[in-house]
């Protein structure tokens, strides 16, 4: 029997703008209620990013706490939290989510380990940085998704566990096709998998028209797929994707054609060592 395929929805992001797509969730609700719906679809998480009342991205704790609070109202759905946050954001605001306890705390929170030009902006992490996140992720008992736009992230991931700050094997994020960045090549996801330590686990997120057949090079070899909005609001060539979950039914639609079945959070559990 194949191994079960990890279907992560990342549901807001930072960029996306209701200016772009008026199906982007904003308030703690309309994300609750996507949430819900990419369950039923074959999401196992949801990567989450917050946004003021207006539609500003924010690390706010109380906006993660509200919109974490009424996700787990409705759905069983495993929570990620971004500590990427917005560009140009200082780490105590991107670490805002890694604030909560108790019933509040998420299931896994994003680390970033490396710079990059994002398009026109720097997605700066250099290593104080990104060693002080570890910390903090540690602190409250997360695993973190090593999240990778170069290959040299990899690396930088292994000197993290060398001083003890993340384990290995752990679970990676190739994020592909961003300007600046890795190509969404299926020889670049190759050479991506192939530098991995032994043992990890490995998410793949195309970005743009890049994300659906990312989520089929990602079946065939084993590993797993984020898709969403925060990536690519498109369903189809000019066609707006009406919510998260259209683009998950679709993942869930080309995992099953490729012979494996979307994970259900449970699964997902045991499948990154989330405890």
């Known amino acids: 029997m194949s191994t079960p395929m990890v279907i992560t929805a990342a549901m807001v992001g930072a960029e996306t703008t209701r200016e772009q797509t008026p199906y982007l969730p904003i308030t703690a609700e309309e994300i609750a209620e996507d949430a819900a719906k990419c369950r039923e679809a074959g999401a196992a998480m949801v990567h989450l990013h917050v946004r003021t009342a207006d ?53 896994m929170a994003t680390l970033t380990t490396g710079t990059v030009n994002f398009g026109e902006e720097v997605f700066w992490n250099p290593r104080p940085l990104v060693r002080d996140i570890a910390k903090r992720i540690r602190a409250i008992g997360l695993r973190p998704e090593l999240e990778c736009f170069d290959v040299g992230m990899i690396d930088e991931a292994r000197y993290l566990a060398k001083e003890g700050l993340v384990e290995l094997p752990g679970h990676f994020d190739f994020v592909l096709g961003v300007p600046g960045a ?78 494996r079945e979307p994970a259900t959070p449970e699964q997902a559990r045991q499948l990154l060592r989330l405890g």
């Open 55 to 107: 539609g500003k991205p924010s690390q706010d704790a109380e906006l993660f706490r509200a919109a974490i609070r009424a996700i787990r109202k409705r759905t069983d759905v495993l929570i990620q939290t971004s500590t990427g946050g917005a560009v140009g954001m200082d780490v105590d605001e991107r670490c805002g989510a890694l604030t909560l306890t108790g019933a509040d705390r998420p299931d």
């Open 182 to 259: 890795l190509q969404a090549r299926p020889e670049v996801l190759d050479f991506m998998i192939a530098a991995l330590p032994e043992g990890c686990t490995w998410t793949v997120a195309g970005v743009g028209r890049q994300q659906l057949p990312f989520v089929d090079e990602a079946a065939k070899r084993g590993g797993n797929a984020r898709v969403g909005l925060e990536d690519n609001i498109y369903l189809s060539k000019g066609v707006l994707a009406k919510g998260n979950h259209e683009l998950v039914a679709e993942a869930a639609k080309r995992v099953r054609a490729n012979g």
